[in-house]
């Protein structure tokens, strides 16, 4: 199923005991990472995640907690042998940002490929089976969400291909949703498969401040993982000026959004403890987590 | 006094317990950082220093283990509130390696300013109080040594200035090494001034090979801070290859040098325990440490 975990949870500055923001999610062993802030390979290092299969690392945007521990996770996947190509998403800015920072890791074993993605009509991509999709949010800087989908294919009803006798050898190419051609008799995938159903979907906001184009992009996800830069509601001005949300409006958006749970993630260095704040979103959203530094949580599809 | 703080002990990967190689140096209230990896600012941030009187950061080289921890430490300072210009000083490439690290921190509220160094001749230059000189070592890539002097002036002797007839409001000229004239008759500094005295000194060497040339450079430091990447013996070939050195390799130099204490630093993130190889070292050179993340010391000048 879908792994995740919260390597940092910090914004602007690292603490003690809060690396900056990145999430490490992992799908039938493959990974990719969203941000990459100071200190993400320690985290990794520190839940054993291994660095060779990650395939894509993707950015929100540019601010330099999102992106400071590139070269470290850059050269310990290297260390780790990797030599297939690597990819990295993010908003315009990615092939100068990724030029200026490579400096200092000239040699690599591996390719990097970049990959700048349109940011006003939003972008979609894959990443081995995760689809991911972008949205442009409202930031000091250039900043886009993302959504990611693992698809579920429609269960296969094994009684009516049995009904119309198609042979068990070819049930494989229609559960793909493939058709067949047995003994001059064609097959369709909808002759033996059920209802589509409900795959996973994940929503990843920092940094953002609220809208109603996030709350239908996020329509529906199992998790949202949201900045709350700020506990205090009195923060407002502040959440407003430098482009964050308030722990009240993460949650204003996480219901309006109809998700069915909310992890805090980014937190001010000026707030160390963001549990005593946690109240104020669950009394709007009452599923809502306080994020912490490998907080992990496995994604299962739902019956 | 001289106030060290190993802020990172760590070499090529930092581990959950061990930042990236940084030293901070402080001298009257104000401070330079030599090298600067991923987690030098959380560092700082556990032992209260601030940021705001850095002055000078200087780099021994450019492999990312000793630099990828600027930006965010860049961005510490102006947080901070600094204004006044930062000086980074490190050999060729610092301008090249700046402009692209920088490329995520555009708007510092204070001016950088990049010094390269000259290499095969060595470089002598102050920072505040404090003098620093540079040799050119054997590493992978070019990269230099450092030390750092604190002068120490000559005692001013009193009854040499009562038996002069000088009077008490000119000693401070002379005591500053000044000549003056008094009623038409002429002092000089030495008349009152004693022998000179030793001062302060300080080495650092990460990452280098062993050479007679580092002998030299570091005679009679106070304290070396020398890299050991690798305790065991048994790693020579490595050292070698990769331009380091083992523990007993330093601690010879250490004696050689004729140093008072010797630390060792930017351990292998093969070697989790250093500990376990220290009698290495004190078989050779029996006043060495092992370094650890914010190991402190303060040097004081010696009757």
């Known amino acids: 199923m879908l792994d995740l975990c919260l390597l940092g949870c910090g914004g602007t500055m690292p603490l003690p005991d809060r690396f900056l923001t990145s999430l490490l999610v992992s799908y039938k062993g493959r990974r990719l990472l969203i941000d990459c802030g100071e200190g993400t390979q320690v985290s990794m290092k520190m839940e054993n995640t291994g660095y060779k299969n990650i395939d894509a690392i993707c950015f929100t945007h540019f601010h330099a907690d999102h992106i ?53 009509e939003g972008a979609s991509f894959q990443v081995g089976e995760l689809f991911l999709s972008t949205l442009p949010v409202e930031h000091s800087l250039t900043c886009i969400a993302y959504h990611i989908e693992v698809k579920r294919g429609p269960v296969f009803l094994p009684d009516k291909a049995k009904d119309l006798e198609i042979p068990p050898y070819y049930w494989k190419y229609l559960q793909r949703g493939e058709e067949i051609e047995v003994e001059n008799k064609r097959f369709l995938p909808e002759q033996v498969l059920g209802p589509p159903r409900k795959g996973l979907k994940l929503g990843y906001v920092t940094d953002a401040r ?7 992009f996020l329509k529906d996800c199992h998790l ?66 306080i994020g912490f530094d490998r907080k992990s949580e496995k994604l299962t599809f739902t019956p």
């Open 210 to 216: 609220p809208s109603d184009a996030l709350v239908d």
């Open 224 to 289: 949202l993982i949201c900045e709350g830069m700020y506990g205090d509601d009195e923060k407002l001005p502040g959440a407003i000026t430098y482009g964050h949300m308030l722990f009240s409006e993460a949650a204003h958006l996480a219901k309006k959004a109809g998700v069915h749970e909310l992890w805090l993630t980014h937190f001010s260095p000026s707030m160390p403890d963001p549990e005593n704040y946690l109240e104020i979103a669950t009394d709007i959203f009452p599923n809502t987590k």
């Open 68 to 120: 400071t521990g590139l070269p470290g996770v850059l050269l310990a996947i290297g260390n780790a042998g990797r030599t297939e190509p690597l990819a990295l998403y993010g908003p315009k800015g990615l092939i100068e940002v990724i030029k200026g920072l490579t400096v200092i890791t000239p040699f690599l074993p591996y390719e990097l490929i970049l990959k700048e993605l349109p940011i006003n």
